[in-house]
T-cell receptor, first 115, second 115 residues
Framework: GAVVSQHPSWVICKSGTSVKIECRSL??????MFWYRQFPKQSLMLMAT?????????EQGVEKDKFLINHASLTLSTLTVTSAHPEDSSFYIC???????????FGQGTRLTVV | AQSVTQLGSHVSVSEGALVLLRCNYS??????LFWYVQYPNQGLQLLLK??????LVKGINGFEAEFKKSETSFHLTKPSAHMSDAAEYFC?????????????FGAGTRLAVHP
């Protein structure tokens, strides 16, 4: 099956710093990648949709300048949490899909802790 | 707008007992429906999906789900629970608006299996 890899799996950073999370499709070309956020014991909330070579589409209430998304190639999308604060601590999960596929393949997630 | 409701945030069953996790959806167009499982601090694993073919869908690990349009339901079942089934389960509906395949998740149901 299709494999999506996220890196890092977990990261701890100081308040005010920026953190970059990578999402890679290892064996297929992902036209579209999605970024989700999951608070403890809660469901996944879609943050944004990114398409290769174009600007990401953010969901309502998600700050574009705080959560920078770049989808520079068909196998890589990055999420950068800028000027992170403790309230940004969460589990971030990406998924990737192609136009021809009805299934979105998920990465293993990244646990971000801001101290 | 599409939405998913999972009845019961926690379900507890005995090992060997029937597992029934409920999911109802709201959609103005024929939906794609999914069930995912999540183990602690991990990403999501697809159990099964409905994509407008057979209404009874069989998935991995002995799980199956039946799409009932008249009831707008897509309940997940497994005849005999195993200790390893203890996890968080998410029902999701596919939102094809804008040509993108992105998922709207239910709140999740935590399944506990006791001896």
């Amino acid at each position: 099956g299709a494999v999506v890899s996220q890196h890092p799996s977990w990261v701890i950073c100081k308040s005010g710093t920026s953190v970059k999370i990578e999402c890679r499709s290892l064996d297929f070309q992902a036209t579209t990648m999605f970024w989700y956020r999951q608070f403890p014991k809660q469901s996944l909330m879609l943050m944004a949709t990114s398409n290769e070579g174009s600007k990401a589409t953010y969901e309502q209430g998600v700050e574009k300048d705080k959560f920078l998304i770049n989808h520079a190639s068909l196998t890589l999308s990055t999420l950068t949490v800028t000027s992170a604060h403790p309230e940004d601590s969460s589990f971030y999960i990406c998924s990737a899909s192609t136009d021809m596929n009805t299934e979105a393949f998920f990465g293993q997630g990244t646990r971000l802790t801001v101290v | 707008a599409q939405s998913v409701t999972q009845l019961g945030s926690h379900v507890s069953v005995s090992e060997g007992a029937l597992v029934l996790l409920r999911c109802n959806y709201s959609s103005s167009v024929p939906p794609y429906l999914f069930w995912y499982v999540q183990y602690p601090n991990q990403g999501l694993q697809l159990l099964l999906k409905y994509t407008s073919a057979a209404t009874l869908v069989k998935g991995i690990n002995g799980f199956e789900a039946e799409f009932k349009k008249s009831e707008t339901s897509f309940h997940l079942t497994k005849p005999s629970a195993h200790m390893s089934d203890a996890a968080e389960y998410f029902c999701a509906v596919s939102d094809l608006s804008g040509g993108y395949n992105k998922l709207i998740f239910g709140a999740g149901t935590r399944l506990a299996v006791h001896p």
